[in-house]
């Protein structure tokens, strides 16, 4: 089975360019990490950011993000809190 759509709860704000959001989110050793994301993957009034789940183990899942955290070091597959994942 695939990766499954859902949804990860973040703290989201206007971003410098029209229809762009600033995503702020927990990893799950504790490190913020953020990016810039598009309107169509934003729900504002949930504070979620549409992402794909590679898979969960335990409290922990490993989800893929829409775009480049502006964390250099960070890719696109982030280990987060599964509390903190919503599954379509």
């Excluded at 810039?36 to 504002?44: G, H, K, L, R």
């Excluded at 989800?63 to 599954?87: A, D, E, F, T």
């Amino acid at each position: 089975m695939g990766p499954q759509e859902g949804w990860l709860k973040c703290d989201i704000s206007e971003g410098m360019l029209p229809e762009e959001y600033t995503v702020l989110c927990n990893s799950s050793d504790g490190t913020v990490f953020s990016f810039f994301a598009p309107e169509e993957y934003i729900n504002t009034q949930e504070n979620l950011v549409r992402i794909n789940v590679i898979g969960c183990q335990g409290d922990t899942c490993l989800i893929y993000i829409p775009v480049v955290p502006l964390q250099g070091n960070m890719g696109r597959s982030v280990k987060v809190p599964l509390r903190n994942v919503v599954r379509v």
